[in-house]
């Protein structure tokens, strides 16, 4: 990706822009001390860091409305917060204690809120693709104007239930979006590697559903974006695929030394295109905030993940009563068979 230029004035309020900094900022700052707790063991399992892709999900949720649905892959935490799930909750549940989202049982791969309309992220690459069209389903089924937003990455994009789901979710004219996080590289794998398509979201044309592509560097682009797709779906037309091209900083899980790329590489994303360092510069640039406003901001977000890390250290370790429960979404009823 090229340079940015200098920002130019956007055509958003102030308030939006500072929302979108302080969000994109909370994912940046509660993955990074998420990194820190498992290294000091705290989070067993994978782990799947977002930093540096924060400005996709941040995007789409400004271009979503109440009620809207989203269910994505195993790199979910931005996707949690995002959608306004607690970050108290959420670091509870990413070290397994009685506080989490999934009262400690579901870890950094299974955790769900249905008061926030999150289905979940999903540990089988590409399982959650066709998860996201039933969810769609249902809202046509029930005629209530929602949209489901299915998010799944570039490495997924080449999985045979995706193009499946596809085909079914154009059939029957479903208000899913479909969102690629391409951030270029499948595990280790980058997409000149694995790929001979110029696109992924243009594999669509072969069912009929409509897309672009979006750079998920620029949150801005990110929400107009959405806000086509979503348009699109309301009015009945049915799916559309968004590839949001992105880049993560990190391997792809807290395993993975990332030796397929190089540190230049990396560090040059990170001076050029840096999503949150675009808005922080629209912000003081356009006379929105000056540098203490922005500070402050910094501080109130460390507080708040401090105060998460804090709460999971404190909160207890589920019992092992809870082995029996949450096992079906309801309770049996009458005598055990």
Known sequence: MAARKK?????????????????????????????????????????????????????????????????????????????????????????????????????SMHMFSREKHFYGGHGIVGAQVPIGAGLAFADKYMGNDRVTFTYFGDGAANQGQVYETYNMAELWSLPVIFVIENNQYAMGTSTKRSTKSPSYWGRGGAYGIPGQEVD??????????????????????????????????????????????TRDEVQKMREQRDAIDHVRQLLLEGGHADEDEVKAIDKEIKDIVNESAEFAKESPEPGAEELWTDIYAGEPQGEAA
């Not at 822009?17 to 063991?41: H, S, T, V």
């Not at 892709?53 to 195993?74: H, N």
């Open 216 to 261: 998920g560097m620029d949150v801005l682009a990110v929400k107009a974006a959405g806000e086509k797709a979503v348009a699109h779906c309301r009015a009945g037309k049915g799916p559309y695929i968004l590839e949001v091209m992105t880049y993560r900083y990190r391997g792809h899980s807290m395993s993975d030394p990332a030796k397929y790329r």
């Open 7 to 107: 920002a130019s004035k956007p055509s958003v309020s102030k308030d939006e822009l500072l929302r979108y900094y302080r969000d994109m900022l909370l994912i940046r700052r509660f993955e990074e001390k998420a990194g820190q707790l498992y290294g000091m063991g705290l989070i067993g399992g994978f782990c799947h860091l977002y930093i540096g892709q924060e400005a996709v999900v941040v995007g789409l949720e400004a271009a979503a409305d109440e009620g809207d649905k989203r269910v994505t892959s195993y790199r979910d935490h931005g996707h949690m917060l995002a959608c306004g799930m607690d970050p108290k909750g959420v670091m509870a549940e990413l070290t397994g204690r009685e506080g989490g989202y999934s009262k400690g049982k579901g870890g």
